[in-house]
């Protein structure tokens, strides 16, 4: 790899501000992120890598309940300094890096650094995540870098039940391209409430996905799911 800490991210006062807000209200969207070199090493790693087809939609996840959740994508996980993934672990180097700036007002964050690298790949319109909250043992903050291709991204809040994926209010939603980060709050940051968001189909040709998480245990499979 050639890419050199200074070349990866666009402007690091958007990664901060990123980041302060996921702490503050649960979600961030960063428009200005990764650089274009950085994108094209992580484009190259995970042409190296296999992707396994999950499908949640023959078989969701908690059927039948007001919480089902169906998706639809190519997928693969590895540990953070696997051998696989030296660019995921370079990227979560840097972003870890970036908290110097937010410890005086949160703390918690001089111990984050995310342990796990999710690549996830959208070929088609049936590609997606429905409503979810990620899996409520994740810690203080989560990453979504688009590497390749574009989709809209929903921020919602529960109306009654907080598990009631059926009845929500829509708060946000954006279109997330290439370069784009979006940063989630996990239990530990702040007040640790997890927001409620979906995944829409891909656009602009298939989208290619970075996924970095701070979770005790490591997906070993499309079998398994980030949800909990």
């Known amino acids: 790899m050639s890419l050199r800490p200074g070349e990866l991210f666009t402007d690091v006062k958007h990664i901060e501000l990123g980041m302060r807000q996921a702490a503050e209200r649960g979600y961030a969207f960063v ?19 296999d992707l396994e087809l999950g499908d949640h939609i023959r078989q969701p996840i908690y059927p039948g309940t007001k919480r089902q959740i169906t998706q639809l994508h190519e997928r693969a996980y590895f540990p953070i300094g696997d051998i696989h993934v030296p660019v995921a672990t370079f990227v979560t180097d840097a972003l870890a890096a970036q908290t110097a700036a937010l410890r005086n007002a949160y703390p918690e964050l ?9 690549y996830q790949l959208y070929r088609d319109p049936k590609h997606h995540i429905s409503k979810h909250r990620d899996r409520r043992n994740d ?7 688009t590497i390749r291709g574009a989709a809209r991204i ?39 409430e997890q927001v409620i968001h979906d995944v829409g189909p891909p656009q602009d040709g298939p989208r290619l996905i970075l996924n970095l998480r701070m979770r005790p245990d490591i997906l070993p499979g499309p079998s398994e799911t980030a949800f909990v």
């Open 31 to 49: 428009p200005i992120g990764i650089s274009a070199a950085g994108l094209q090493e992580l484009e190259s790693e995970v042409s190296q890598l």
């Open 139 to 145: 810690r203080l903050l989560a990453a979504t870098i």
């Open 110 to 118: 001089a111990g984050w650094r995310t342990n796990e690298a999710g």
């Open 154 to 192: 929903g921020i919602h809040e529960a109306v009654d039940d907080p598990d009631d994926y059926t009845n929500t209010r829509q708060l946000d939603d954006f279109l997330a391209p290439a370069g784009t980060i979006m940063f989630l709050r996990a239990p530990g940051l702040g007040s640790g």
